[in-house]
């Protein structure tokens, strides 16, 4: 479709003029197809922030929308502890949680109903059974609820701070204290709008604790507890202090490591049964990948 910037709509973002021509649309949506290069301004590509002159034309090529519903893959999936309501599964770095923008197959959830054939809907049709997240290449312990029950007493105990995380991540530097607590706000980075940021005065509370487990020259591994689920919180946390995790150059973190995933694995979960009400603890081994390049630091 074409679309023309009239002489008042001098001075708006691209995303706002958007906005405002195509209602129909929701505003994330509309980024991702600038994002996607599908909007161009007198046909060169733009980015959101784009301040129009007034007179432009501007050309949209929609991306389809995503599918409405998740749908099963035959994929591998590691599996560390089942029950009628709930599965704790180990998930590999570089696998996505969820369908999203970008990505509509080779998901965990994909791989999950395949597996189970079906899982609690209280998240919506394309995220059955989602509670909670790990980053894409992150990995580690990743609950999933089985039945709507289940859901909405793993979701009440992950808001009331009843599940007990434990991750092991390697962070650039050395870090002075051996143990201690960060409790800063997250929010969105405004200058890049894809990561998070603990620098900021406002944002969502967010606490996070930590000691050191071992030392090299350049590295420091730690056991950390985020006692909060922000966004990126471990991340945003340890960026902020000078120390990004390893293999995370979105944060900060030196390219020269080798490392093609984020040194941040969740090897420790703790929650409540939901029918039961036994307390239950499911832990993942350091990959070996990570075991080996840790190796390397000796």
Known sequence: MLLTANPADA???LDVFLQERLPEHSRSRLQQWVKAERVRVEGEPQRSSYRL?????????????PPLKAVPEDLPVSILYEDADVVAVDKPAGMVVHAGAGCRSGTLVNALLHRFGALSGVGGELRPGIVHRLDRYASGVLLVARN?????SLAGQFASRQ???VYLVLVHGSVRADQGRIEKPITRDRQRRV???ARAAQGRAALTEYRVLRRWPGFTLLEVHPHTG???????HFASLGHPVAGDPLY???GRTGLNRLFLHACRLSFTQPSTGQRVTVESPLPAELERWLGGLL
């Open 230 to 236: 922000r966004t990126h919180q471990i991340r945003a």
């Open 11 to 13: 001075g708006k973002r």
């Open 195 to 197: 990561r998070m940021t």
């Open 252 to 254: 900060g973190a030196s």
């Open 163 to 165: 599940v007990e995380k």
């Open 53 to 65: 002159r007034g007179g432009e034309r501007i050309e949209v090529q929609p991306l389809a929308p």
């Open 148 to 152: 709507d029950a289940a859901h909405r």
